[in-house]
């Protein structure tokens, strides 16, 4: 198993930036697909980007393309959202989560553990 615990989250003013962390403890993160997903009130789960275990594929959502990158630090154990640009749009929860499986997908509901989510909030 993996415990995961996303930080980094904050208020923001559109066209800033944020850098959200997971650190993952108990086993190694690259054990793993990681994902990034973001839920904003009324509105169900939705996909932002996600990392391969073996770090070479990444891939986003159409709406974070060009402005978010995820990446991974294998000495720390963590897993990075850097997001650029911000939007109003952008404002959600954002939960870290982990698949341990062969395929690398985007559905939120074919990951296994998740972090607790932290709040970004954009807005002047």
């Known amino acids: 198993q993996v415990q995961l615990v996303e930080s980094g989250g904050g208020l923001v003013q559109p066209g800033g930036s944020l850098r959200l962390s997971c650190a993952a403890s108990g086993r190694t993160f690259s054990s793993y697909h990681m994902g990034w997903f973001r839920q904003a009130p009324g509105q169900e789960r939705e996909f932002v980007a996600v990392?391969?275990?073996?770090?070479?594929?990444?891939s986003y959502a159409d709406s974070v393309k060009g402005r978010f990158t995820i990446s991974g630090d294998t000495a720390k154990n963590t897993v990075y959202l850097q997001m650029n640009s911000l939007k109003p749009e952008d404002t959600a929860v954002y939960y870290c989560?982990?698949?341990?499986?062969?395929?690398?997908?985007?559905?939120?509901?074919?990951?296994?553990?998740w972090g607790q989510g932290t709040q970004v909030t954009v807005s002047s």
């Open positions: 990392i391969s275990r073996s770090g070479r594929i990444t």
């Open positions: 989560a982990a698949r341990d499986h062969i395929m690398l997908v985007t559905t939120a509901r074919s990951y296994d553990y």
